[in-house]
């Protein structure tokens, strides 16, 4: 249980970074401010993004992990 708290703090926090870059660098052609800005706003995007998408792979985990009668199961109830 705490391994995937782990895996999740990190990857957000990768995604954040790398968010916060790509903001800052596109802020920073237009002025000082806007790279602040643009810097914030991708890091909270990139956070984002890095907890949905340990989400959808840890669900996308538990559905390979069950038979597929108990999908189907699942499914139609």
Do not use: D, W, Y
């Amino acid at each position: 249980m705490r391994f995937h708290r782990f895996k999740r703090a990190v990857n957000r926090a990768r995604h954040a970074a790398i968010g916060g870059a790509i903001g800052a660098a596109v802020g920073g052609l237009f002025s000082r401010n806007a790279a602040s800005t643009g810097g914030a706003i991708g890091a909270f995007v990139g956070a984002v993004v890095g907890e949905t998408r340990t989400t959808a792979q840890s669900k996308l985990e538990q559905m390979r992990e069950q038979p597929t009668l108990e999908r189907v199961r699942e499914r139609t109830e």
